[in-house]
């Protein structure tokens, strides 16, 4: 039973310009959320966080939205960059156990 | 200041032979998760163990799969008699105590039944 959905499997976007991705959930026991940068033959990085308790997080170019009544997350980066061309998981706990998403394949355009 | 480490990267395996993944933790880290991420995916839970102990096996197949974290070395995860269904690649996570949502992810096996 698919807890966490990514529901778009690309994003294709012009250099310098927002990536935005956007994660569903359906477990209202989820507290903590995650997203996870993974290039080819490598494991997944963490990339940036939001606790249930708030709505926004923000780190460099990264920042996390947390709708809660809309079991709704979304990630922005901005300014997207050639290096950011990777798939994006989005994850998903309320203890140790991670549910992902099946991931959003970003491809950066010069 | 090394990372997950994960052994071997690649690891082919016929039909019924064993297939043996080694985990060794972040230095720091006692506890160590293991999940399986199959073909257009996400990464699956599978087993979560602190040294010596398994914590919680719930998303780990009952028939032929079994993890071990013993007192020195590293985490073993361990597949009997492969069969080709088992062809994915199997990460190993760590954090550390009393950090449970802070895993760190090793860069993978990937196993190949043939």
């Known amino acids: 039973d698919q807890q966490v959905k990514q529901n778009s499997p690309s994003l294709s976007v012009q250099e310098g310009r927002i990536s935005i991705l956007n994660c569903d959930y359906t477990?209202?026991?989820?507290?903590?959320f995650l997203w996870y940068k993974k290039y080819p033959a490598e494991g997944p990085t963490f990339l940036i966080s939001?606790?249930?308790?708030?709505d926004k997080n923000e780190d460099g170019r990264f920042t996390v939205f947390l709708n809660k009544s809309a079991k709704h997350l979304s990630l922005h980066i901005v300014p997207s960059q050639p290096g950011d061309s990777a798939v994006y998981f989005c994850?998903?706990?309320?203890?140790?156990?991670?549910?992902f998403g099946a991931g959003t394949t970003v491809t950066v355009r010069a | 200041n090394a990372g997950v480490m994960q052994n071997p990267r690649h690891l082919v395996r016929r039909r019924g032979q064993e297939a043996r993944l080694r985990c060794s933790p972040m230095?720091?880290?006692?506890?160590v998760y293991w999940y399986r991420q199959l073909p257009e995916e996400g990464l699956k839970f599978m087993v979560y163990?602190?040294?010596?102990?398994?914590?919680?096996e719930s998303g780990m197949p009952k028939e032929r799969f079994s993890a071990e974290f013993p007192k020195e070395g590293p985490s073993i995860l361990r597949i009997q008699q492969v069969v080709r269904g088992d062809s994915a690649a199997y990460f190993c996570?760590?954090?550390?105590?009393?950090?449970?949502?802070?895993?760190?992810f090793g860069p993978g096996t990937r196993l190949t039944v043939t």
């Open positions: 996570a760590s954090s550390p105590l009393g950090a449970s949502y802070e895993q760190y």
């Open positions: 477990n209202s026991m989820f507290d903590y």
């Open positions: 939001i606790s249930s308790i708030k």
């Open positions: 994850a998903a706990t309320n203890d140790y156990k991670l549910s």
């Open positions: 230095k720091g880290h006692s506890h």
């Open positions: 163990l602190q040294k010596e102990n398994i914590i919680d």
